[in-house]
Every structure is written in structure tokens, then in C-alpha cells.
């Protein structure tokens, strides 16, 4: 059935990093959402086909990991390409975090050449997909925004530094694994806010930025004779 | 006989130079003799040299005399008489014109006798083109039928049916209706341009036009102008607006109304005003359907009236779509919501119109001020605006309460006239969650299951093509075989208990799947439904198709395909005709133009009338015609008579029947029949500057006619008559040169 899961993707035969992130994000969407979730704990690796049956996956990474097989690449490529949706979250700290993060653009530019990672504005509709929010924090607060590639006119693929699958964990008791700093509580629920605001836009992409002009489409048609003298 | 002085073996130059010699001569010879003698004297002996000159040059030019046999006849007077549709506008005494002129061979045939006696006359009946008939049968009223009227064309053609000179003028009974060049020859004000005038007068006779007697008092309702058609989008209100010109009507209201097939589209009342000539009235509608439509614009015959040929119009229109709008409405976001909304926003003529349900009823927690959710305008969707839209689109949404049968009954009515309609599974709808959605039965082409309630049918999928689906013009692809079986399977099917009798199943799970003992699964069903079509997509993993790359081209042929037969786009089907000119003159012949696709070898093409009520006469005899290599055809055909036609082509393809049509108008010029007052100002002005003139029915005697009376031809010469070698010249010349001698010798002049 057509059920939204979110999957954890790992590369190479690095274990999932925060794997209760993708559970509890599936969770947040269908409390607060009207999206079929499927709840699983699913992890694919990327050199597998299985990432073709999951357009959204979540890798989050912490450290340098290896090197990208071509496998690796091509499906990140053909993925990102096909439609899919790709959330990378940097849960590292200190040396981990840039060990990721340059481990992670020299990928990308490897495996997308052409590719540009840019700050997304504040205005974008990701900001507005479902929650209206103003920041990006996670579990943290490194990089006050997101950054993201573009690919036939769509976020394809989305960069946050600031640890958000961090503060999506929680372990089976229901206690939060991590805590928000500095923002405490507020930080932590405008992280989980920020998780349905992608997940909603990775299934609806620029649906928000369309409703401000539905009355305008609706009537662009002339259908009866107050519509001749509207205008 | 004729006698005419000839001379012969010289030129006019070498005469006129003789003479001009001859002329210098006697002007010295008079210098010379002037004041040596006296006045008399003088004017004698010049007279003498003048006497002797004459001579001089009689000898020197040798005139003769010549005799020549000629023949006196009757010139010849074409008489053309009008038979274009304005002739059957009612004149006076109740009489059409048509039967006005007939009238006056009956009537006068006294006064054609004599301009027979008179002239050498031919007989012509002419509109758009000439004919020549007899003068019995114009004592019977001409069928009025030309559509167009030429009248300068007319005079021409018959000015080349006779020598140049022969022409004696021309006898016009017409109503002055030209519909071609005449009008050219004025200026706006009326008057007759130059060129006009030397057309005119450049006539091999003058032009005498005798005119109908109008009708008095003049009553009459006609369509004037009609506005508004000339360019028409689909689903957009089109105003049309009709100008009408009333004569002889004060006051009360006509009734104006646009139809097409017998289906009244907009009507309105319009009242007359006094003092008023001409109204105008405006009707509103919404065209349904892309392509050629042949509408009607008529006005309700008010008693008494001259001419009801222009109380109705027929026009002929080009319905375009400028976008495709699709209204999508999706129960939740999804990835199947989100690959057919990345495909339908990807297509460059579509304009989309999206409502997604984000968040369900439930009271939350936060407050909606956090949120950018909005209402979903219902009302407005589904019933205000639903004729806006090419295709309504759901996608695993289910019609909300409280008003789910109303709005299910809006959309019913909408697809009945002409709409589409495509119903996407899901787990929410089609008795998956909970009862088969009976409100929207009628729109479906797919029946209840046994067991609602129980979800979706989950396993493996793999999707084939139906023999039906595989002729399918929305499918037809040689490929597609190979193209289904490269797809991934479908993961979910919303299982129904089979389809309704009218639908057709084009695609469906292919005999891998375990419950194939069951049927196989459909998953791609549509139906017709009124003027419009249904479909129904029995899953919501097609997503798979599309977020596969190779797969990504079967989802975009597919949907592709869907939408151009749900909307009746052309590119939906496998075979097209058209027709030029979409408006054509009675008795014209219209082209036929057929498109068909690869592997139609020849096409059945046929022409159907159409009957007052809507219906179509039985369509007459069938050409088959060849399709050339790239798939066109042309062929000619004859429309018999003026009306609305349809053009009827048929073929098939992989033996499934195809059927193509197009509309037409068969009819005469608008201005052929605009107006019931005669304009007989241009064809009077033209009368009169070709040296004639505009009479009335009370016909000027024969003998008044400005008409050139006879022809003087020459047939041959008898004999030449030399007049220079008479003796009695010699002698003439002798004795004036004798007596000049003796006058000088007696006055004493040497």
C-alpha cells in the first residue's frame, strides 16, 4: 500500500546513526498530519535497490565514513535524480562534525558534479509546508540554516548541520534521548516541527507556494457573466 | 451600300505632309502678291492657285471613291436577372422579389417583346456565377439559392460571351444585394470611387437596372451582425453579441437565442425601442468541447415580417483549449499524490489547481495560527466552479458530509455535459476503509465488491495491457507490450467486483497474480458518460512506475494518454478529420483533411445533415479514400444543399472501430440576406455612371432606353471608283491654270 515510511540509509557497512530518529519522525507526521505512515524501523543501504522503493530516506551521519563505491554514487545519483528525497542531518560534535561534513560535500560533488549545495532561504516554502517556523535548530544549534540542491526545479536533496534526528530520538520508553541545547523544550519541538515540515514538502514539494494563488486560478476562468464585468 | 471617299497607297503622314507643303505653296505665293496690287485682284488670282493646288494634289493623291456593302443590326441587350438569396426577401404586395421580377415577364411581356424587336436579346440568370436560360422559364420566380451575388462579375462574364461591339447595354434585374466587388468601387460616404467610374464607363454599353418594388410599410427583424464567436476557449464564458436591425417595429421585445444541434445555449429577450433601428442583444455561454461547432444564432419571428432568412445564422467556430485545467484534489499526501502532481505540474500545458487534505478534524494541540492550513473551499470546487476545469481529478479523497451527494450529483452533471472525470485509488476510497461510495456510482465505471471495509488488496502487481486497452487510441503504442512488462509490479490494488457494461478495462493485473482464478484484477478503467468520460485508476502505487527510471516514460505514456482521452484532446485519438472551409457557399465543394495513425491503410469518409431537432439525416453515399504514407488523406466532397453538416470518418485500426467527425456550415454570405430594405444606392450610382440607369417596376418605354439602337457591320467592298483620272479634272485644272494666265496678263502682273 501506499504508506509513508521513513528509512534510514547507511553507506558502506557503517551501522544506522540514530536509529530511533526515523520512528519517532514517522510518528510525529502521522499524529500531527492527515499522511498514512507506515511505523517500521527500516534501514536500506545505499548500495542496495532497496533504495528505490523508499523516496525518502534520512542518513544521518557522525564522523568520517568511507569512501562512496560507484555502486554508491550512481544510486545516489539515479535516487536523487528519480524523484527522490534525501535528508542528510550531521549529528557529529567537534571533530566528528567536520569529519563529516567535508567528508560529505566531497562526496556529493563527486557523486553530483554539477551540483550546487546552497543556504535555503528563510522564505522557502519548506518553511512553510505544513508549521510556519523560523529556524532550523535540532539538537543543537551549529548552523542557523539549512542547506540544500536543487534538482528539476525541486529540493532533492537537504543538509542540516544541527543534528535534528538527535533531537527526533527517543527510546522506547518514551523519554528523549538527547537534549536540546540551547533551547530546551521549544528548541526540541520546532526540531520535530522542521521533521514534518520536510517530510511534508518532500510529498507535496511546492503545494504551499500554490494556495496563495488559487483564487486567481479558480477564476481565471470566465464561467458566468459577473466574471466578464469583473474584469 | 456605302459610299466613303478612299485613298489609296498612302499613308496619313505622307497626306499630311502633301498638304502642308501644298499649304506653304499658297502661303508664299500670297507673300509674294502682297501690296503689288489691288484687294480684288489679289483675292482672285489666290482663289485661282488655291483652285489650282486642289488640283495638284487630286493628281497627286489619287483619291477614289469607294463603294462598300454594310449591315445594319439589333444590338444585343443581355438581360441578367438576380437569383441570389435576397431575392426571396419578401417585397411588396407580400410578393419576393424573386417573384416580383418573374412577375414582370408575365405582366409586361408586351414590353420585352418590343425590346426584342429592338434588340438582339440574350437571357441570364446570375448570383455567384452566370448562367444563360430562357425567357419562359424566368416567367416562373428563379429558385433563389446563389449564396453570394456579383453583379460586376456577372456583366463581365457576359460582356466576353459576346463581340465588343455588338453590346448595345445591359438589362439588370436585381436588388442591388453584391456581395463581392461592388461595394469596393465606393467610398465610405457612398460616392463612386475613380477606378469605379472608369470601370463604368469602360462597360461596352450602358446599364439599365430595374429594381423590385419594396415592401410598404417595411416590417422586419434581422440579424445584422453577430460578434463574439470568432475565438473561443474552452470552459471559458464566450459573450456573443448579436446586432439586429428592426424597420417598421415600435416597441415589444424579440426573442434572441444561440443554439447548437436543437440545444438552446443562451436565450434572451431584448425589447424594442422606438424610434430605434437597431438593438443589440447579448447572450452568454460556456463552450463544453474543443473543435469545430457549428452554432445558431436566431431570432423568433415577429408576425408580418419581410424575410425570415435573416432571422437565423449559422456560424461556424473554432473551440480551442488554451490550457488543460485540472482540478486535483487529494484525501492526503502521498507518494502517489506526489509523482502525479511532479508529472501534471511538469507538463507545460497544463495549469493545476491543487487541494490536498494536510491534517484531519481532530483537535490538536497547537493552535492553527502555527500552522499554514487552510479551508478547503468545497462549495466553491465542486459546484461554483467545477465547469472551469478540463478534468476533475480525486485521488483516494472521499466527497465530504455533510453535502457529499450534492456535490457528487454537481460532478455527475458536470461529466454529463462534456466534463472528465478520474477517480485515483487509495486506501480511503472505493470501499477500502469503509462503504463503496455509492454517491458517486454513476460516475463510476467499476462495480461494488463484495466486501468493503477489509483495505486494500497488498502483493505483487504486475500490470498487461487488455486486448481493448491494446487498440485503445490512448494506449495505441506497439510498444507498449514490452513497455508494461519493464515496469515494477504494483504493490496495492483497490479490489471492486468487476465493471459496469459500458466500461472498458484497458489495463489490468496480468496472470501472475495469485488470485487470477478470481478474473484478472482490472487497475485502468473508463467509461463514457453523457458528453463526457469517466476513469477510474484501481491503485495507489503507480508512484512505483514513475520514481523508476526506466519505468518513468510507460507512466508518462500512460497518463499521458489518459488525460488526452478523458479531455478529448485530439492527440487522444488515433484518427482526425477536418473540414475547409468550415463556412461554405451552396453548391461550393468542402476538402476533407484526415490525419490517421500508423498503420490505417484507408479511411470512410461520408456527409450527414443536420435535422432542425439536433439528429442527422442518414449519412449519404461513403468514399473510401487512401492514406498516403506520413497518414493524410483529402478528399472532395459535395454538400447537397444549405444546412449544418458533419463530416463522418471511420476506419479501423487492430480491428477496433475508429470514428472521427467534423462540423460545417453550408450557407450564403451573411450580407446575401443581412437587411429587408433593397441597397440600391451603389448599383444605381454604377447604372448611372455607366451612361444608364435605375428604373422601377413600372418598366420606361424600349424606346427610352439609352441602349446603343443598331449595329452597322462591313462586310466587303463592292468596287474603287478612281476620282483623280476623270477628264473633266484635267480639264478643270486646265482651264484654272489658263485663266490665271490671262488675269495676270490683264492686270499686269508677272
Request: net charge neutral.
Amino acid at each position: 500500500m501506499n504508506r509513508f515510511r521513513v528509512a534510514q540509509v547507511t553507506v558502506g557497512d557503517q551501522p544506522p546513526c540514530r536509529p530511533n530518529a526515523s520512528f519517532v519522525l514517522g510518528q510525529e507526521v502521522r499524529f500531527r498530519t492527515a499522511v498514512d505512515v507506515k511505523l517500521d524501523r527500516i534501514v536500506v543501504a545505499l548500495g542496495s535497490r532497496d533504495v528505490f522503493d523508499q523516496p525518502f530516506l534520512l542518513w544521518v551521519g557522525n564522523g568520517a565514513f568511507p569512501a562512496l563505491t560507484d555502486i554508491e554514487r550512481n544510486h545516489l545519483r539515479t535516487f536523487l535524480g528519480s524523484g527522490g528525497f534525501l535528508l542528510v542531518d550531521n549529528a557529529g560534535e567537534g571533530s566528528d562534525y567536520s569529519a563529516f561534513d567535508r567528508r560529505f560535500r566531497a562526496e556529493l560533488r563527486r557523486a553530483l558534479p554539477g551540483a550546487d549545495m546552497r543556504a535555503i532561504q528563510s522564505r522557502h516554502v519548506l518553511f512553510r509546508s505544513f508549521y510556519r517556523l523560523t529556524s532550523a535548530w535540532g539538537r543543537k544549534a551549529v548552523c542557523p540554516y539549512l542547506e540544500g540542491v536543487e534538482l528539476d526545479g525541486r529540493l532533492a536533496l537537504v543538509y542540516s548541520q544541527n543534528d535534528l534526528a538527535g533531537a527526533w530520538s527517543r527510546d522506547g520508553y518514551g523519554v528523549w534521548e538527547f537534549e536540546a541545547v540551547p533551547g530546551g523544550p521549544a528548541q526540541r519541538e520546532e526540531a520535530i516541527r522542521l521533521g514534518v515540515n520536510l517530510v511534508m514538502y518532500a510529498l507535496l514539494l511546492d503545494y504551499k507556494d500554490e494556495q496563495a494563488h488559487v483564487q486567481y486560478l479558480m477564476q481565471r476562468r470566465r464561467l458566468r457573466p459577473e466574471d466578464l464585468q469583473e474584469r | 451600300m456605302d459610299q466613303t471617299i478612299h485613298i489609296p497607297g498612302h499613308t496619313p503622314w505622307t497626306i499630311a505632309i502633301v498638304s502642308v507643303l501644298a499649304a506653304s505653296g499658297l502661303l508664299l505665293y500670297v507673300w509674294r502678291v502682297r501690296g503689288s496690287l489691288e484687294r480684288r485682284d489679289r483675292v482672285v488670282l489666290m482663289l485661282l492657285r488655291l483652285v489650282a493646288l486642289l488640283g495638284v494634289l487630286g493628281g497627286y493623291l489619287q483619291p477614289s471613291l469607294r463603294y462598300e456593302e454594310i449591315v445594319r443590326r439589333r444590338s444585343v441587350v443581355p438581360v441578367l436577372v438576380d437569383e441570389s438569396v435576397s431575392m426571396a426577401v419578401l417585397g411588396f404586395q407580400g410578393a419576393t422579389r424573386a417573384e416580383q421580377m418573374s412577375r414582370l415577364f408575365t405582366d409586361r411581356a408586351n414590353w420585352f417583346d418590343e425590346l426584342e424587336r429592338r434588340h438582339e436579346v440574350s437571357y441570364f440568370a446570375f448570383g455567384e456565377h452566370v448562367r444563360a436560360i430562357d425567357r419562359s422559364a424566368l416567367m416562373s420566380p428563379l429558385d433563389p439559392t446563389s449564396g453570394t451575388t456579383d453583379v460586376l462579375g456577372a456583366l463581365r462574364d457576359v460582356s466576353r460571351r459576346f463581340p465588343p461591339g455588338d453590346l448595345g447595354g445591359f438589362l439588370v434585374l436585381s436588388d442591388g444585394v453584391d456581395t463581392a466587388t461592388l461595394a469596393g468601387l465606393f467610398d465610405p460616404s457612398g460616392n463612386l470611387l475613380p477606378a469605379g467610374r472608369a470601370i463604368a464607363e469602360g462597360l461596352p454599353g450602358p446599364v439599365v437596372a430595374i429594381a423590385p418594388t419594396q415592401a410598404s410599410p417595411l416590417r422586419d427583424v434581422s440579424i445584422s451582425r453577430v460578434q463574439g464567436l470568432e475565438y473561443l476557449l474552452t470552459r471559458n464564458l464566450a459573450r456573443v453579441e448579436v446586432e439586429l436591425q428592426v424597420v417598421g417595429v415600435d416597441g415589444g421585445t424579440v426573442t434572441v437565442t444561440l443554439s447548437e444541434g436543437g440545444q438552446t445555449l443562451a436565450r434572451t429577450d431584448v425589447a424594442i425601442l422606438k424610434q430605434s433601428s437597431e438593438i443589440l442583444a447579448r447572450l452568454d455561454f460556456l463552450p463544453l468541447s474543443p473543435g469545430h461547432h457549428v452554432y445558431q444564432v436566431a431570432v423568433e419571428p415577429l408576425p408580418g415580417e419581410l424575410s425570415l432568412a435573416n432571422n437565423l445564422r449559422s456560424i461556424p467556430a473554432m473551440v480551442v483549449r488554451d490550457t488543460l485545467r485540472i482540478l486535483h484534489v487529494a484525501g492526503h499526501a502521498s507518494w502517489d499524490e506526489r509523482f502525479l502532481r511532479e508529472y501534471l505540474k511538469q507538463r507545460k500545458d497544463v495549469e493545476l489547481v491543487s487541494f490536498h487534505t494536510l491534517r484531519d478534524d481532530e483537535p490538536r494541540q497547537e493552535s492553527e495560527a502555527d500552522t499554514t492550513l487552510v479551508p478547503f473551499p468545497a462549495e466553491e470546487i465542486f459546484v461554483t466552479r467545477v465547469e472551469g476545469f478540463d478534468l476533475v481529478l480525486l485521488q483516494d479523497y472521499e466527497i465530504p458530509h455533510p453535502d457529499r451527494a450534492r456535490f457528487a450529483e454537481s460532478l455527475n452533471k458536470y461529466v454529463r455535459r462534456g466534463g472528465a472525470f478520474l477517480l485515483v485509488g487509495g486506501s480511503k476510497v472505493l470501499g477500502a476503509q469503509g462503504p463503496w461510495p455509492t454517491h458517486l456510482e454513476s460516475l463510476l465505471p467499476v462495480l461494488p465488491a463484495r466486501i468493503a471495509g477489509i483495505g486494500m488488496s497488498e502483493g505483487s502487481f504486475p500490470v498487461e495491457a487488455t486486448p481493448e486497452g491494446r487498440r485503445h487510441p490512448s494506449l495505441s503504442d506497439p510498444r507498449l507490450t514490452q513497455m508494461l512488462a519493464a515496469t515494477p509490479a504494483l504493490t496495492a490494488l483497490n479490489m471492486v467486483g468487476g465493471t459496469t457494461p459500458a466500461a472498458l478495462t484497458l489495463l489490468r493485473a496480468s496472470p501472475d497474480v495469485p488470485m487470477a482464478s478470481a478474473g484478472r484484477p482490472p487497475v485502468l478503467v473508463v467509461a463514457t458518460l453523457g458528453e463526457g468520460r469517466t476513469g477510474v485508476l484501481l491503485t495507489d502505487t503507480l508512484w512505483r512506475w514513475s520514481f523508476d527510471p526506466f519505468a518513468n516514460p510507460t507512466y508518462r505514456k500512460v497518463m499521458d494518454g489518459m488525460l488526452a482521452y478523458l479531455t478529448k484532446d485530439p492527440s487522444g485519438s488515433s484518427l482526425q478529420v477536418s473540414i475547409q472551409p468550415s463556412q461554405a457557399l451552396p453548391g461550393r465543394k468542402v476538402t476533407a483533411s484526415i490525419r490517421a495513425a500508423a498503420g490505417i491503410k484507408t479511411v470512410e469518409i461520408t456527409l450527414q445533415k443536420r435535422r432542425p431537432d439536433g439528429a442527422f439525416e442518414p449519412p449519404g453515399l461513403s468514399r473510401e479514400v487512401a492514406v498516403d504514407e506520413d497518414g493524410n488523406a483529402r478528399a472532395t466532397l459535395q454538400p447537397t444543399g444549405p444546412g449544418v453538416w458533419r463530416a463522418v470518418a471511420s476506419t479501423s485500426l487492430f480491428e477496433a472501430p475508429l470514428v472521427a467527425e467534423d462540423m460545417f456550415a453550408v450557407g450564403p454570405l451573411p450580407a446575401e440576406v443581412g437587411v429587408a430594405e433593397p441597397p440600391l444606392r451603389h448599383l444605381a450610382i454604377f447604372a448611372t455612371a455607366s451612361k444608364g440607369r435605375l428604373a422601377g417596376q413600372d418598366l420606361p418605354s424600349v424606346e427610352s432606353l439609352p441602349f446603343r439602337p443598331e449595329i452597322v457591320a462591313r462586310v466587303g467592298v463592292s468596287a474603287d471608283e478612281p476620282l483623280w483620272n476623270l477628264p473633266i479634272v484635267f480639264l478643270v485644272i486646265l482651264g484654272v491654270l489658263g485663266l490665271e494666265w490671262y488675269v495676270e496678263r490683264k492686270i499686269g502682273y508677272t
